[in-house]
């Protein structure tokens, strides 16, 4: 690897997960017992179930299956950085805790493809944002169902790329992105071949012999815009369809014929011109995946997920954050307290930006304990240093691990986090209660 490149692992899920309840457990699907952590989570979910009365609830609050994933992976330190839903599609973006201040230009949005492009049982759903100032693009989408719309399928993909914009110089549209993922329930299927010789090369693991027939893989030798995206070997058994709660493809009368709808692609645009010297849009060194595979431990749905694990090799664009914050001497509810903070590289400051406490192990960006207005609360002001002021009585009584994080409203993101640092009980002025007379 050169020496200006670090690798950064990424995991990724799609699920068409059929309106089920979430598993009470997701160890699997996330690799929790892999000895490499990733450094990033995309989810992707389709057909998360979006009743009238579920769907209200869902928009008020985290979704079961959000706040699964959150609850799972805030212990093992990561954040949910973004999300964004469109009735039954729903995109995750966790990170690592120490990335996050490296995550910038972050912006989500969804297109309809459903009835007459106003229904939103089908479309895609998108996170775009800057890592390490490298510019990737996160496309969930649910495609047209039904073995003779192939090239609907095509047609809905091209219409989606179209009608996704971003605010931003630099990648407007999602094709622009240096890299991006293009994942979810395509729901393409495998033609020709009979019942009888898809179920026996599965059985057989002769996988091999149904990839040419396989419509995506067809669509791809007379589509160019499909001939810029990647995917890994579909080395592991059809993920569509199943009978619930079992590995036993469809036995109703409709008998569907198994296929590989659920699928993980990638991008990287070609560059047209050479690089800058101040190009901080550098391509990765290299994207590697490390895996494709489907995992037939669930069967909540009548789709099995399909994971696909990343590294990433990223030139080094910047190693400091734009803000450094510290807690000053010791917090706790008993006294007023005070944050320091260094710009440590100019960046737009408002007088909406905050600093949040949060404690560590906290799920996103809006799990904080309390906030403070960083310009309201400023008590003193040089070129490398300023205060801000914490009032006693925001600080949590009982105390704990906390962090402090820096959110920069024109920038729409973290900018700086804290070491973890202590946060002591609050003392009873009063002191314990007197036992009281002996022997009374």
């Known amino acids: 690897m050169p020496s200006s ?95 996050v201040p490296f995550i910038r230009d972050i912006q989500a949005t969804y297109t309809r493809t459903g009835i007459f492009h106003y229904w939103g049982n089908k479309g895609g759903v998108s996170i775009r944002l800057s890592f390490y100032g490298h510019m990737l693009c996160f496309l969930n989408c649910h495609l047209a169902a039904h073995m003779k719309y192939a090239t609907e399928r095509v047609d809905e993909f091209e219409y989606i790329l179209d009608m996704q914009t971003f605010d931003s110089r630099k990648a407007p549209g999602i094709l622009d992105h240096r890299l991006i993922f293009w994942f979810g329930d395509l729901n393409f299927r495998i033609e020709d071949h009979g019942m009888h010789f898809v179920r026996s090369c599965i059985n057989n693991t002769t996988y091999n012999l149904l990839w040419s027939k396989d419509q995506l893989t067809m669509m791809k030798k007379k589509e160019p815009l499909l001939q810029e995206f990647e995917e890994g070997a579909l080395d592991f058994q059809p993920t569509y369809k199943f009978d619930l709660n079992s590995d036993t493809y469809d036995s109703s009368g409709k008998k569907r014929k198994p296929a590989w709808t659920d699928r993980i692609l990638w991008r990287m645009r070609p560059r047209t011109s050479p690089r800058k010297e101040d190009d901080e849009d550098e391509d990765p060194e290299l994207i590697c995946q490390d895996m494709y595979t489907s995992n037939m431990e669930y069967s909540i749905s009548d789709h099995k997920p399909v994971v696909g694990t990343f590294t990433l090799e990223l030139r080094k664009m910047y190693t400091s954050p734009l803000v450094r914050l510290q807690p000053e001497g010791d917090w ?109």
Request: charged share 20%; glycine share 6%.
């Open 332 to 440: 706790s509810a008993d006294i007023d307290a005070m944050v320091l903070y260094s710009p440590l590289q100019p960046f737009p400051s408002s007088t909406w930006d905050w600093i949040g406490l949060y404690k560590v192990g906290f799920t996103s960006m809006s799990d904080y304990i309390t906030y403070t207005w960083v310009k309201d609360d400023e008590v003193s002001l040089n070129d490398e240093l300023i205060q801000v002021y914490v009032s006693k009585e925001e600080i949590p009584v009982l105390g704990g691990e906390c962090v402090l994080c820096y959110y920069s409203s024109t920038l729409e993101c973290i900018i700086g986090i804290s070491e973890p640092f202590k946060v002591n009980i609050e003392v009873d002025p009063l002191g314990p209660a007197s036992p009281g007379p002996q022997g009374l």
């Open 5 to 99: 490149s670090v690798a950064r692992r990424l995991h990724m899920v799609t699920w068409n997960v059929a309106t089920a309840d979430p598993p009470e457990d997701v160890t699997s699907l996330l690799h929790l017992n892999s000895p490499k952590s990733p450094d990033l989570y995309v989810i992707g979910l389709q057909e998360v179930y979006s009743g009238p009365l579920r769907f209200m609830s869902d928009m008020a609050f985290d979704d079961p299956w959000s706040h699964l994933f959150m609850s799972t992976l805030a212990p093992l330190g990561y954040i949910k950085v973004s999300s964004i839903r469109m009735q039954g599609l729903l995109l995750l973006f966790f990170s690592k805790v120490d990335h």
